[in-house]
């Protein structure tokens, strides 16, 4: 068990990133229509949601390296492309995910319209996050993984595609 300890404990938070990510996306995306008025509480669980992602981020990433089997370097988890185009894009959206989660922090240094305009761009790390889910996580084929994240990313992939294609909302 412990010779695997890193790996379990990057692959856990790897899961737990994804739904938590699914979740705050869905949120946020029913924070903006009609449907917030039922929700007084919403912007509480969509910054905890939110933090939950971000920690889970920094356990994927940094128990990797530990893991006596993948052996990355620092600048594999890092830096973009190093091991590969699926964990590249991983390693962008993580990025994304903190970097934009943060901004929330300073959205009164940087003016509300803009941060709006940067906080929509998390919904793009969340996809990335997505397809780094799907292609390259140890879980990505097994039933019960395909299940549970079905049960988040199903919902936020629709709220999603209203939001980019309101034609389909009509």
């Known amino acids: 068990m412990t010779e695997h ?11 737990i990133a994804l739904l938590a990510a699914s979740l705050a996306v869905a949120l946020g ?13 919403a ?20 128990a ?3 893991d006596s089997y993948f052996k990355p370097s620092l600048a594999d988890i890092t830096i973009p492309f ?3 185009f699926w964990m ?12 934009l989660g943060l901004s929330y922090y300073i959205r ?9 305009v ?21 879980d990505a084929g097994t039933l019960w993984f395909l299940v549970a994240a079905t049960l988040v990313v199903v919902p936020a992939a629709a709220l999603l595609a209203r939001r980019w294609l309101p034609e389909l909302a009509t």
């Open 43 to 62: 912007r509480v669980l969509h910054e905890a949601l939110s933090l939950a992602t971000m920690m889970a981020l920094a356990v994927h990433a940094l």
């Open 82 to 84: 190093v091991r590969g």
């Open 118 to 138: 940067l906080h929509r761009l998390t919904a793009v790390a969340w996809v990335l996050g997505v397809a780094h889910a799907l292609m390259m996580g140890t």
């Open 29 to 41: 995306l029913l924070m903006s229509t009609p449907l917030r008025r039922r929700l007084p509480e």
């Open 5 to 15: 300890a890193f790996w379990i404990t990057s692959r856990a938070a790897g899961i």
């Open 64 to 66: 990797l390296l530990g």
């Open 88 to 99: 590249g894009l991983g390693i962008i959206a993580g990025w994304l995910f903190v970097i």
């Open 108 to 116: 009164g240094r940087i003016g509300p319209q803009r941060w709006r």
